[in-house]
Structure formats: structure tokens, C-alpha cells
């Protein structure tokens, strides 16, 4: 990685992040869309989990891995603690792992 | 989770300190691999600096070590980071009301951060999460970068720890409360099926993009059920 390329990453990057907040200064929007942007919102972060836990690459991530945030999910819908959520769902991954489950 | 909405603040940082102990040793392995790759050791520092979004920076420093082009691996690198806009939309009035606050806080959007914000009902504790888990996280990352970078491949495979689960899982916890609202649900599952679909054929970053999709689910709503407060 180039300087060059660190600089113009970081730019486009800083750039989709800082056009929201500025936008959303200038604008008056109606609270039906400033609903549907929250929902948007949770909408990527879903997508973001099910493809992080069920793709590796272009590929079907092995059983480990989903098996781990479904761990973590179910006990996050019992209200457990969130550090424990966490926990449970890593150190079921890398217990299964160690198992020689991929 | 529910009980994030009525925690204190110190619970706010304890859940904040276990996402960025599992950023640190994601980071320590970022740094690791960059050296790995033939880097300098602070070239993945001020990467993490100023970039600062660990999927992105894997892929881009990935895409060179594979052989890519520069420029091959920024636009990697810029696709998979193209989320950050809607998600500015989304949260970028709890950011804080002065300029300043805009354009620090906009450097310190990540998924976790807004995952954290979008949790909190109440306006007020929605700024203090995003700006916690922010901070924080930038700090753990960071740190983890400059141990890994300067030890190498002492460190180990983050995947044995399980901290590629942990991540999705926290995300999963955190967004777990706004899915209550049925509408909320069916674009979110609609789009996952969408992105998960799409995966296989398209480069990484555009099929969480196309996950949008699933809002045509939330077209005609009639109720709101319960939602997230949504302060202007």
C-alpha cells in the first residue's frame, strides 16, 4: 500500500462518512423518512451480520462461525448481558473450532 | 437488547470496553498481516488512523498482497466503506449540534458505533453511546494495530479466538430491539436474504448495499408499533 493510496482511501472513505451529518443540517426532513433512515440503518447492519456470519470471501463460511452468532443472538433475545453475548458467541465459535469443526 | 436502554453509564462503557478488547486483537492482527505483507510498521497505523474501518483495511492491504493494483485495492476498499453514507443519514444528528462535532464524529462513524447509537431511545444517551463506543473503539483498534505491527506474527489467528463471531454477534444484539417493529423485521429479512444471495456474484460491500431493497417491505405501514425515537 501506497501513501498515495492509504490518502485517497481514507478521503473517500472520511467522505461517505461526513456527507450524512452535513446533509441531514441543511435539510428539514419529515419524521417519515428520518424513520425510514433509522430503518435503513438497522436494515445494512442486519445484512452486515448474516452475510459476516454466513460468507467467507464469496463462499459459505463453514458451520463454526454461524453457529457462534446464533449462540450470541439467542442469548441476546434472553437479555443476557451484553458482554456476554460477546463471549458466548466467540468462544463458541473457537470451542467448535478446536473441535476440528470448521 | 433491552437492557441496554436502561443501563448507567458504567454499563454503557463496559459493553463499549469488550467490543474494543475484541477490536485491539482484530487490530494487533491487522498489523501482523501488513508486515507480514512487507509493510513498514507504521504504514498499517496510519492506515488505521486514518481510514479507520477494519473491513476496508483488510481487503485493501489483502488485494495488494494478492498481487491487485493500488488502485484496485482503494476501490475494493471504497465500495465496501460506501455504507457509511446512509448510515450518516441515519445517525448523523446525534453526532452533536457544532461543526466540530460533525466532522470529528463523522471519522469515528463504524458499524459498531452506529449499531450502539441506534439502540438508545432517548436522544441524549444515543449521542453519549455513539461518541463511547467511538472513541473507544478508535483507541482499541489503534492500539491493537501498533502491538501487532511491531510483533508480528507472534500473534495468532484472531478465527481461534472466535472473534469473527463475536463481531457479528454484538451487531446482532444491538440491532436485536428495533426488529420488535414488524415492519422493521421484513425489510430486514428481506434484505439479508437479498445480500446473502448476492454475495457469491457481486464484489463485497455491494450486497449489503443492495440489502436497501428490503424497504420496500416498510412501504405502506400502516402502524409504527414501537420505534426508536427519531429526534430531529
Same mark, same amino acid.
Given at each position: ?9 481514507? =478521503?473517500?472513505?472520511?467522505?461517505? +462518512? ?22 435503513? !440503518? ?49 468462544? *463458541? ?10 | ?26 487490530? !494487533? ?10 509493510? /513498514? ?15 476496508? /483495511? ?6 495488494? =498482497? ?33 461543526? !466540530? ?19 438508545? +431511545?432517548?436522544?441524549?444517551?444515543? +449521542? ?53 417493529? *414488524?415492519? *422493521? ?9 437479498? =445480500? ?24 405502506? +405501514? ?11
Amino acid at each position: 500500500m501506497s501513501l498515495a493510496a492509504i490518502l485517497v482511501l481514507a =478521503a473517500g472513505t472520511y467522505a461517505f +462518512r461526513v456527507a450524512g451529518p452535513l446533509l441531514r443540517d441543511r435539510l428539514t426532513l419529515p419524521d417519515r423518512v428520518k424513520e425510514l433512515m433509522a430503518t435503513a !440503518a438497522t436494515v445494512l447492519l442486519v445484512a452486515l451480520v448474516a452475510t459476516s456470519s454466513l460468507t467467507s470471501g464469496r463462499e459459505f463460511a463453514g458451520w463454526a462461525l454461524p453457529a457462534g452468532v446464533l449462540v450470541g443472538g439467542l442469548a441476546a433475545w434472553r437479555k443476557a448481558p451484553f458482554v456476554v453475548v460477546v463471549l458466548l458467541a466467540g468462544a *463458541t465459535t473457537a470451542g467448535l473450532r478446536l473441535a476440528g469443526v470448521s | 437488547m433491552r437492557s441496554i436502554w436502561r443501563t448507567h453509564d458504567t454499563d454503557l462503557l463496559r459493553d463499549v470496553a469488550a467490543i474494543a478488547a475484541a477490536a485491539a486483537v482484530n487490530g !494487533a492482527s491487522f498489523g501482523a498481516i501488513s508486515v507480514a505483507g512487507g509493510l /513498514q510498521w507504521w504504514v498499517p497505523l496510519v492506515m488505521s488512523v486514518l481510514v479507520f474501518a477494519g473491513g476496508s /483495511q483488510f481487503m485493501a492491504v489483502g488485494v495488494v =498482497a494478492a498481487g491487485g493494483s493500488p488502485a484496485a485495492a482503494v476501490l475494493a476498499g471504497l465500495v465496501l466503506n460506501a455504507r457509511h453514507l446512509p448510515f450518516g443519514l441515519a445517525v448523523g444528528h446525534v453526532l452533536g449540534r457544532g461543526l !466540530a462535532a460533525r466532522l470529528v464524529g463523522s471519522h469515528l462513524m463504524v458499524d459498531e458505533s452506529v449499531a450502539f447509537s441506534l439502540a438508545q +431511545r432517548d436522544p441524549a444517551r444515543a +449521542r453519549t453511546a455513539f461518541w463511547a463506543c467511538g472513541v473507544t473503539l478508535f483507541l482499541g483498534w489503534n492500539l491493537g494495530v501498533v502491538a501487532g505491527s511491531l510483533v508480528g506474527q507472534g500473534i495468532g489467528d484472531p478465527g481461534a479466538f472466535g472473534l469473527d463471531a463475536a463481531f457479528p454477534a454484538a451487531l446482532l444484539a444491538l440491532v436485536l430491539p428495533a426488529l420488535k417493529d *414488524t415492519a *422493521t423485521l421484513r425489510a430486514a429479512l428481506l434484505g439479508a436474504v437479498v =445480500a446473502l444471495a448476492t454475495t457469491p456474484l457481486l464484489p463485497a460491500g455491494v450486497p449489503v448495499l443492495l440489502a436497501l431493497v428490503g424497504l420496500v417491505a416498510t412501504a405502506g +405501514r400502516k402502524k409504527t408499533g414501537r420505534k426508536k425515537e427519531v429526534a430531529a
